[in-house]
């Protein structure tokens, strides 16, 4: 059974980087793509971007500029930074296996990201 | 980017009743050459993550229930929910994967009546 889990801080100050990890478990990070979305109650669902095991990235032209996703395969995580934080960007932010074809079809439970001073 | 509109935004539907939820894309999400669909459907119930429900707009995930139905084409899609159970109460989302960047539609909210 294929499972992510979210983890870092729930509060970052604007101005300030978005630090998150997502740790897979029930499979190997050397397949499939590995993403990135977040929900907001303003913005709904943001896929913000992937990265496939050996990478290679695609980000949302409009987070692009600010997002960094990387992956550790050694430890069978995958990473998500975001620089220069607005309170537009608190949301819920989830990780997401994502096949080949790109659908979603594993998913963490998310993890809610709060930016304030 | 290409738009995904649903509507509508909620509906209520009485139990064993069938509710049908609709997408549309601002453009055509589908390959005549390959005559795929590239609409995936989600289901999130409160405080849970979304559920792959469909994807190449009619094609079942590995264990959803066949009540749920996706169809559509070029710029249209339906997510249709034969036989309305109470687990079904939740906020159901359309995914085109056509190009990037992959856009969700706003999200349909489906209760009970």
């Known amino acids: 059974q294929v499972q992510l889990q979210e983890s870092g801080p729930g509060l970052v100050k604007p101005s300030e980087t978005l630090s998150l990890t997502c740790t897979v478990s029930g499979d190997s990070i050397t397949s499939y793509f590995w993403s990135w979305i977040r929900q907001s109650p303003g913005k709904g669902l943001e896929w913000i971007g992937y990265i496939y095991y050996r990478g290679s990235t695609n980000y949302n032209p409009s987070l692009e500029s600010r997002v960094t996703i990387s992956v550790d395969t050694s430890k069978n995580q995958f990473s998500l930074t975001l620089t220069s934080v607005t309170a537009a960007d608190s949301a819920i932010y989830y990780c997401?296996?994502?096949?080949?074809?790109?659908?979603?079809?594993?998913w963490g439970q998310g993890i809610l990201v709060t930016v304030s001073s | 980017d290409i738009v995904m509109t649903q509507s509508p935004d909620s509906l209520a539907v009485s139990l064993g009743e069938r509710a049908t939820i609709n997408c549309k894309s601002s453009?055509?999400?589908?390959?005549?050459?390959?005559?795929?669909?590239?609409v995936a459907w989600y289901q999130q119930r409160a405080g849970q993550p979304p559920k792959l429900l469909i994807y190449w707009a009619s094609t079942r995930e590995s264990g959803v229930p066949d009540r749920f139905r996706g169809s559509g084409s070029g710029t249209d899609f339906t997510l249709t929910i034969n036989s309305l159970q109470a687990e079904d109460v939740a906020v159901y989302y359309c995914q085109h994967y056509f190009v990037t960047p992959w856009t969700f539609g706003q999200g349909t909210k489906v209760e009970i009546k």
């Open positions: 453009q055509s999400v589908s390959y005549s050459s390959n005559n795929k669909n590239y």
């Open positions: 997401a296996r994502e096949q080949q074809d790109n659908w979603f079809d594993y």
